[in-house]
């Protein structure tokens, strides 16, 4: 599986983006999907999740109310809508799958990675 994510960018703080992930393969529409987040000196942190159906997600209590991950396993992508964007959003935000996997916000329980964009949130 290969993804790669589209859509950073340098945002105003309260403003929005949305960012894509396209992954390659016929793994997709069976895999559950992750975005996790990494700021400067931090380690990378779990932000949303979604099944394979798009039937059950799970977010971060950091981000819960202000985004929304979907899919579209027609178009095998995974999709992440970040509103009202803080400063502390500021990191490179990666996507994830986990072939066959059940939904988990554990990063150690997804094998393939994106290459990461970035986010960059001004105050």
């Known amino acids: 599986v290969q993804l790669v994510e589209f859509g950073g960018g340098l945002v105003q703080a309260g403003g929005s983006l949305r960012l894509s992930c396209a992954a390659s393969?016929?793994?997709?529409?069976?895999?559950?999907m992750g975005w996790f987040r990494q700021a400067p000196g931090k380690e990378r942190e779990f932000v949303a999740a979604?099944?394979?159906?798009?039937?059950?997600?799970r977010y971060a209590d950091s981000v819960k109310g202000r985004f929304t991950i979907v899919r579209d396993n027609a178009k095998n992508t995974v999709y992440l809508q970040m509103n009202s964007l803080k400063p502390e959003d500021t990191a490179v935000y990666y996507c994830?799958?986990?072939?066959?996997?059940?939904?988990?916000?554990?990063?150690?329980?997804?094998?393939?990675w994106g290459q990461g964009t970035q986010v960059t949130v001004s105050s």
């Open positions: 979604i099944n394979w159906s798009g039937g059950n997600t």
């Open positions: 994830a799958a986990r072939v066959n996997g059940a939904i988990t916000i554990a990063t150690t329980q997804y094998a393939y």
């Open positions: 393969g016929r793994t997709f529409s069976s895999s559950a």
